[in-house]
């Protein structure tokens, strides 16, 4: 089949693939190589002490959004794995919803890294995640 | 009141403080100052590509574990709010539990930082996460 | 004196301040709160196995330009201090130059996060660190 | 030639193949796949602002053992290269000299990663590196 008859797979599919994302109500929105946004809105059931979102579902919407970003920057049948991942967080979040952006800072044979900025409605960084991807080839695994 | 009758809080008041933390079916076995020890369950819904745990939610684990343990190295009164967060993923978990112990590396007037050791049933290292906490005097927020 | 009468440290100055660096060869170029700028160039005695520029190497030159960074956003008489820093390193280099531009991510009273860019002669990233800063008061430590 | 004719690299042999590592006056006491150790004594060239050792030093210090102990746990003739380095700062040091100790916290195939303690004369713990290398094959790169 041709690139052209094969557009790859849908934001839905990307996400119907991880199953955690879809548990939080992580929303995945643009699934390119060059770029994926995803979001996830405040709630309760999210947030950790004094009402903000608990660091770890940023790093879980971070984690969701940076996976597809990097999965997109593999040959056809390969699939990645998260090798590190370092956060910054930069500012609460108390309401309204945390839109992710991730976009690959290098993308090499073994090693794919994307960095993901986190802002909130009024378009401030609340947090940036870089992580390290492993390239698994596809008889060690996929994530298709 | 002389600390033998103020034991502090106990696991279960903790991790009522944490919403995300017990959304996600984290338990919490012990929180002292020098260790706290949690873990999580494998499960179908916390699991990305290839059934295995998803990094977020081992970070989740990991992140909940730690703020405990830095909460409870801070004057009472005062909480904790993490400014970065970087993990190690070092194997996959396919089943069974994951065992997070978290212990202070250094306890500042100002920043608190934890180190977690993620291990599966094994006893195998699976991950580790380092954090640093900032102390949030009480006017600004609590843990408790 | 008056700000307009103070334009603050040279790069000369704040280069001075820290001796490691102009022992490496770091040369720094633009010192403005936005946005600093140094260099440094491949040496055979800053090199590790394979005549490519150690990581040390690397990390000493954006450590030492983004705590200039740092530094230019924190009130008179203030200093700072590094808390964490985190790089990725995503290519070899192995002679020209490289150029590191710091820019802060975040300036908060506490705490600032800057990070650098680390670019070859034909300008590729080859490598990123991000940073933590901690503001230290004029009673406990100043760079100035 | 059995592995009782072949010690292995000297710690001389180790540090004359990083010459970033000399020039700053590391040394290097002990190499072993489970635990290098090294040192970096204190001197006015290698500080920052207040006389306290620069965190760039402190990082080359962690990076030259760390990359000892990660080359010996890789196969004869492969080498490694750092991908990413990650370190906290827990205290500064204005005297004498910091003592690197490094050890694999895992071993794979690809990548390696290795944990560096680093201690005062004190033996207080002032900084600690986790470093994941990549293992290059013989056609790639060597360390010896």
New interface residues.
């Given amino acids: 089949m041709s690139p052209s008859e094969s557009p790859g797979p849908t934001p839905a599919d990307l996400l119907a693939?991880?199953?955690?994302?879809a548990?939080?109500g992580v929303e995945l929105h643009e699934a390119a190589p060059e770029r994926a946004v995803g979001s996830l809105a405040w709630s309760?059931?999210?947030?950790?002490?004094?009402g903000v979102?608990?660091?770890?579902?940023l790093?879980?919407?971070a984690?969701?959004v940076g996976?597809v970003c990097a999965y997109l920057n593999v040959p056809p049948g390969a699939?990645t794995?998260?090798?590190?991942?370092?956060?910054?967080?930069?500012?609460?979040v108390a309401s309204g919803k945390v839109h992710a952006t991730a976009r690959p800072?290098?993308v090499g044979g073994?090693?794919v890294?994307v960095q993901t900025d986190l802002r909130d409605d009024q378009d401030r960084?609340v947090g940036?995640t870089?992580q390290?991807q492993?390239v698994l080839d596809p008889k060690h695994?996929?994530?298709g």
């Avoid at 693939?17 to 994302?21: D, E, N, Q, R, T």
């Avoid at 309760?44 to 004094?50: F, H, I, K, M, N």
């Avoid at 794995?81 to 609460?92: A, I, W």
């Fill in positions: 693939a991880m199953p955690f994302a548990h939080l309760p059931e999210s947030c950790t002490v004094g979102l608990h660091g770890g579902a790093m879980a919407l984690d969701s996976a699939g794995s998260t090798v590190e991942s370092k956060t910054n967080f930069l500012r609460g800072l290098h073994t090693l890294v960084l940036q870089t390290t492993i695994g996929s994530m």
